[in-house]
């Protein structure tokens, strides 16, 4: 564990965009690493779940034995950020999923993969996200899931198009766009700020 000021903020690194959100978390205030083996989970403050693929990613966290220590890891509240793949794993129910794809719960909302289309309608669109000050983020939407229903806990905090992609329970944020391929780092600012209040 680090200092305060400076939290260490892991990136599940089985699959996906991990450098980027790596240099988006270093750029944020934070040291960033990328994680793969359960016992470097005790190291980090917070922890990424990139964009990928989830299903792959479900597989692949079965097979490395971080499955188990990642729910143990969320459900002692520590602060997980998940985006695009990343939404899907900390949700709680998903829809048009494989009947074996696993995952981490955190947050009570019900979750449609793929939902925005296939990876050649993919888009990006100006954001309002609660909480993040300075005007809409650009999200970068790539297959992109959106949340169908949220429980009573969980606080929404963008839409676009009519649709959830933003939410917010407790110490897990998730988003259905990509952040990290913006040069925009408020998204990550605010995911170190909830590390930092976190851990005090």
């Known amino acids: 564990m680090t200092e305060l000021s400076t939290p260490t903020i892991g990136v599940l690194a089985l699959q996906g965009d991990v450098r980027e959100h790596l240099k988006a978390l270093t750029d944020a205030g934070a040291q960033a690493r990328p994680v793969r083996r359960p016992e470097e989970l005790a190291d980090v403050d917070g922890l990424v779940i990139p964009g990928g693929e989830s299903t792959t990613m479900s ?47 955190g947050i009570d909302m019900i979750v449609r993969r793929n939902a925005f289309g296939r990876q050649n309608e993919s888009f990006e669109a100006a954001v309002e996200v609660a909480g993040i000050p300075g005007g809409p983020v650009e999200g970068v939407f790539i297959r992109a899931p959106w949340v169908e229903s949220v429980g009573a806990a969980v606080e929404v905090l963008a839409t676009y198009g009519g649709h959830t992609v933003a939410v917010r329970q407790g110490n897990v944020l998730a988003t259905s766009f990509h952040p990290e391929l913006t040069g925009d780092h408020r998204v990550h600012a605010l995911f170190v700020e909830m590390v930092r209040a976190s851990a005090e």
């Open 59 to 105: 597989k692949l966290a079965v097979a490395f034995g971080m499955l188990e220590p990642l729910r143990a890891f969320v459900r002692y509240a520590k602060p997980v950020y998940g985006t695009c793949a990343g939404m899907i794993m900390v949700a709680d129910k998903l829809l048009d999923a494989r009947e074996d794809q696993e995952t981490l719960g």
